[in-house]
């Protein structure tokens, strides 16, 4: 049974304390956040303390972290927990630098503790079946991959300055999808992206609306599609044409009912949030990394990959200002 | 806060298990089964003490009891608990002889306590949808229902001899349904069936696959299709043609993966079994029984309710033999 | 090039006119009508002569006639088509009395010339895609057989009247259809029917929502819904649980355009008439009684299996009044 | 009755020859092709005459001609033709060379004679359908678009050769339909290709998979993907993400049977080829250029949007090379 300390206990906190709870194989024990109120509430709910990030960093009981806590600190927070000797699995993303996601690499490898980073899509069932029907070679080799994703509703303008911006707070999950599916990062990014959904988005610098292609030196194409509002719901699709079929991953439906009226047929939404769809990726998730620590096995979602994300959202990000395609380099990426 | 105990540890006794749990107004205090191994079994998983029915029901710190025994102990163990002054969720059927219920029906009414009986369907997301839209008037008055119930494979033979047979034991859902959607029992019921999927079936005297047509005083009309064979999963599907349109309430999937090859399309199969499709309906139907109990409210699915199915099944069961209609008359059911 | 005659120039008169005039191996050269304006118009339409039924079946010429009149008249001129010595392709039903049919079986047998009843729906490529799926073994063998056949809007009360009732007159393609999937009538027919769609309809004796059920001796089942009134379109959809999987054609619908907005997704409508849904079928009926002449080839459609269908319809209005299981009987059949 | 000639009798003018024989005002007169055996084969089909050109162009009886012949002689032939005082319908592209297609649009526009340009996908139901709702308002302003436009097996590498690329050979028709759906050509083009089907392909210097993103000066975005082998048939759909929803036109089916075994839910696939898919859209275009023209109105698709499509394919193929964002300039359109 393995001790495990949870950093932010805001909304996604308490998805993973739950997914905590549910392992068998892992207990959580103490909790920390910077606002004590937030922390005392979910402590109370699951039952376990308070405590500081320094006193949980220093008890030799706790065998993993799980950081939740907001992006601008985990890149410290991964730095300081593998020198503690901790176990960790922190959230997307590294962090919104790629130079400072770098650094954090190089120090959580020489601390030689395991790092997971959250991407959590990759555990969604839907996708995860799409991944397992490729790598099984059932539609042959991979040609030109198609990822859709759209938020129901813009976020805060307040959060939206703090992103990071569309590419690397939003589309860094899709860039994940993407490298997973294709095993590697591209080899150059091209970006466009409107501010359409609404212009105080724009005004931030930001944009609201994306649509990036990725090409690797073989010649494969990934097309990624992002919008912060589609309005009905979480548009989470995956589409990949192979050599030999066409395999897609469709929304997750609200229900399985249908209607036919004179006024035509009608179904069900997508269901509304990450939350409803992603609720068992996210177990799933948690479930791999306790798995992954068990075995002495590769972590399920490695550091590295977390910085190709990051790669990806820099390059794209640059490419959206210059018009230009960008190569992702190799000082961008983990040796 | 109410105390329960569960009388039943077989499979569907461990569904309950995790219901009374998981609703924040109801605790699981006591596990009791003919089978002491079973009883155990469950109780230190879920972390109580295994007692005797009689124990149980001496209690007076236990406010409801969930009946999830073989089907020959439902009507005393449903008399026994509300003499005893427990609220009663009871699995279905009430009993295999409709004579039997009524009697536990009067013995309960008498008792003043309140009977739940779990005809889970009724709470299944996919089907409430539909009734939800159906009451809203979406589809006009209701004409011609449909209801398709497939197994993914028979049970043992052994189980079929006990059964009651398949128009009691499998298709008593299904009448359930039909009386739930279309608000009170039929007057007439035609039933053929046969057994074409096993021999060894037929040879008990049971049928596995029938066909059953319900019609209402006012015209309505019913058909239900049982199968205990449908090999890919377990196939649930409710159709109603109403004055202005259809609603349907379809298969839930194992996953949302779709694949075009040149051998064709393919998608996934409907999940496999009733604990796959029904997990979230369970825990529903708890959450239903608890809420009514303490809003001092109509059971969701009443004693009486539990009788007519059985009358539907007694009548069906009877046509299937003569070959002629058969009238649901007033002594079938509850004054 | 094989002459054709056609006897009635209505509506479907017209759809069949314009199928011998696509295919290379026939050429329309007369049009017989009761009503002359009828007769001169669609003959004025395809270049053709008007001519009486007794000058086109003195005409030696004349290889085949399609008999699209009335049906109180195709079983008088099958006889005497037949007896002038042409092939014969007539409209469904043979007629609205068993017994005139039978009588007009033997009739047109000793007259030896070949005659196809118009069951347009088994050229659908819809079933006829199912059907060959089914014969091919795609789902072992067939158990219980589910026919769904809604029409938009019922007919006119005049026409309710005359037409021989809902079993005879619109069940009678899905009777049809269920002995042709099963390759041969059943052995026993239960029926119900309600007027709920029109008061009007059960003023007249007629139902206008029905559900039948078919047993044939070795098991197999089949269930036929019919409703003269879904509103939405032309319901038409066929089912078939086998013993290693289900077979389902669905509806043909107006376009492929999907919606989702905040108020859930939407899709087009089943075609709204039988025109538009049935139209290629009637092309590919013509073609098939061609070839088959051609090659002189068993009927693609017997006169004995349209004795067969009305058959079913006889056995299902008897039982829908009686409340009993009719038998199909050797004397309600070609020996 | 508004007599036509045929330029051009291989695959697509047999179509043609097709619709203008369904139309009820026109009547084709007239065949020719630079290969004479097959200007006989057509014309013997249809019973017209073979002429040559010059004798075409200079019969004052004929007012239109279909232009069906191979591209390089597209713009000649529009100039001629409009010159000789025909209307014309031209099949996609203009030319190769936008410079030469302005040419053509300023010959053309002196001429004073209509010309529309064959951009067939607009007059698909699907499309079109898809069309109105967006146009009604049903999901308020177009944010994103998405086109999929995969053919099931690529052409010869010799017509690969003297097909202009893929830009201008095959991704043309997307260009057309984006601009149609949003109103007018995007500001400026992206695009990456890679030659991965076949290097066959890549050795001609031409690419055989290609994304390509257009961005309209109000930020709205359209992404392309085309592929030149799906494999499994003729891949045809639009998606448009609005402001309130979104619409999609997905593929047309071979038929509408679905199969469930324990192996998974099967279907049919997307009709093979264009032929399948789009044999009803060319006949609608026919009709619309006949109505258009005996109603002296504006053409269904003008001669200036010929030229825009071909400039977005100009600007595509410059973008692959270069990775660059290429500007659509006034220049590159028609004033």
């Given at each position: 049974m393995m001790k495990v300390a949870l950093l932010g206990a805001g909304r996604i906190g308490q998805v993973h304390a739950n997914s905590i709870a549910a392992n068998e194989g892992s207990r959580l024990v103490a909790v920390a956040d910077a606002f004590p109120e937030a922390a005392e509430k979910l402590a109370a709910q699951v039952g376990v303390d308070v405590k500081s990030v320094d006193d949980i960093l220093a008890?030799?009981?706790?065998g993993a972290v799980l950081i939740a806590t907001s992006t601008d600190t985990h890149s410290e927070l991964i730095e300081r927990a593998t020198a503690a000797g901790k176990a960790v699995l922190c959230e997307?993303?590294?962090?919104?630098?790629l130079e400072r996601a770098l650094t954090t690499f190089r120090t959580a490898e020489s601390n030689g503790q395991p790092v997971m980073i959250g991407f959590n899509r990759r555990f969604d069932p839907q996708f995860a079946a799409l991944k397992a029907a490729f790598d099984a070679g059932e539609i042959g080799r991979g040609e030109l991959l198609s990822i859709t994703s759209f938020d129901p509703a813009p976020p805060p303008v307040s959060y939206i300055k703090v992103s990071g911006g569309l590419f690397r707070d939003m589309m860094i999950h899709d860039f994940d999808m993407a490298c997973w599916i294709f095993g590697g990062p591209p080899a150059r990014v091209t970006a466009i992206g409107s501010a359409i959904v609404d212009p105080a988005i724009g005004a931030?610098?930001?944009?609201d609306t994306a649509a990036v292609t990725l090409q690797w030196d073989d010649g494969r194409i990934a097309v990624i599609r992002n919008s912060r509002?589609?309005?009905?719901g979480y548009d989470q699709r995956i589409e990949l044409l192979g050599s030999e079929g066409l395999l897609s991953a469709n929304n997750v439906l609200e229900n399985t009912v249908e209607k036919i009226t004179t006024a035509g047929a009608s179904a069900a939404k997508p269901v509304y949030f990450f939350l409803e769809r992603y609720m068992r990726a996210y177990e799933i998730e948690w479930n791999a990394f306790v798995e992954a620590l068990k075995a002495g096995a590769?972590?399920?979602?490695t550091l590295a990959e977390g910085v190709a994300a990051l790669a990806c959202a820099e390059a794209a990000t640059r490419s959206a200002k210059s018009g230009e395609a960008v190569a992702i380099t190799a000082d961008m990426l983990v040796g």
């Open positions: 008890d030799k009981s706790i997307k993303p590294v962090d919104l630098s931030t610098g930001d944009v509002r589609a309005g009905y590769r972590m399920p979602v």
